[in-house]
């Protein structure tokens, strides 16, 4: 399918000069003189290459028609991934560089999509959004405004997200995968 140069997001799967790329990063540019464009990173999934491109809003470009399955994650071995067919419980191994940075936010038996290219999986989405458990949580400070104020937490997985004051150690907070972000408490 073609889609317009302005039109590009990032996680999409774009087939430009006869390979897949994710797209990692865009950036809309809107120069002084000339016509506006997106400035887009792209990463190829077969080898790992990244690309910068310059897309005009008149340029189109391919994106990859992808066929989405979900899966539940069972365990990691080393730094491969298996994956189950919630249909057929046929088990996949894929690698872990497939998920980039949400792999933290990968639990057991968490359904997941594996999007595949042809029958060949290309990448690996979470759900949006994740419930976890804080188990460390700093002091409230006496005399922060609530409106503002936010304190580092540690939630069960090891990583650190900022919090409201409020949220105490044992409270089960829900997190955003894309960028690990508090959204409200479970």
Same mark, same amino acid.
């Not at 002091?139 to 997200?161: C, I, L």
């Given at each position: 399918?073609k889609i317009s140069g302005?039109? #590009?997001?990032?996680?999409?799967?774009?087939?430009?000069?006869?390979?897949?790329?994710?797209?990692?990063?865009?950036?809309?540019?809107?120069?002084?003189?000339?016509?506006?464009?997106?400035?887009?990173?792209?990463?190829?999934?077969?080898?790992?290459?990244?690309?910068?491109?310059?897309?005009?809003?008149?340029?189109?470009?391919?994106?990859? +028609?992808?066929?989405?399955?979900?899966?539940?994650?069972?365990?990691? +071995?080393?730094?491969?991934?298996?994956?189950? @067919?919630?249909?057929?419980?046929?088990?996949?191994?894929?690698?872990?560089?497939?998920?980039?940075?949400?792999?933290?936010?990968?639990?057991?038996?968490?359904v997941v999509n594996v999007?595949?290219?042809?029958?060949?999986?290309?990448?690996? +989405?979470?759900? @949006?959004?994740?419930?976890?458990?804080? #188990?460390?949580?700093?002091?409230?400070?006496?005399?922060?405004?609530?409106? +503002?104020?936010?304190?580092?937490?540690?939630?069960?997985?090891?990583?650190?997200?900022?919090?409201?004051?409020? #949220?105490?150690?044992?409270?089960? #907070?829900?997190?955003?995968?894309?960028?690990?972000?508090?959204?409200s408490r479970a």
């Open positions: 399918m302005v039109d #590009i997001r990032p996680g999409m799967v774009l087939d430009y000069n006869n390979k897949l790329w994710r797209v990692a990063k865009i950036q809309h540019t809107q120069p002084g003189k000339g016509g506006a464009y997106m400035q887009v990173e792209m990463k190829c999934i077969t080898d790992g290459t990244k690309l910068n491109e310059r897309f005009r809003s008149a340029d189109s470009v391919e994106k990859a +028609s992808l066929e989405g399955k979900p899966m539940q994650y069972l365990f990691a +071995s080393g730094e491969m991934l298996t994956f189950m @067919d919630t249909n057929t419980y046929e088990q996949i191994e894929l690698p872990a560089d497939l998920l980039g940075d949400a792999l933290v936010w990968l639990a057991e038996n968490m999007e595949l290219y042809g029958e060949k999986p290309v990448s690996v +989405s979470l759900p @949006d959004k994740v419930e976890m458990e804080v #188990i460390e949580a700093d002091a409230v400070v006496k005399g922060q405004t609530a409106s +503002s104020s936010y304190k580092p937490a540690k939630v069960e997985n090891g990583q650190k997200v900022l919090v409201p004051p409020y #949220i105490t150690s044992g409270t089960r #907070i829900v997190v955003n995968t894309a960028d690990g972000s508090f959204v």
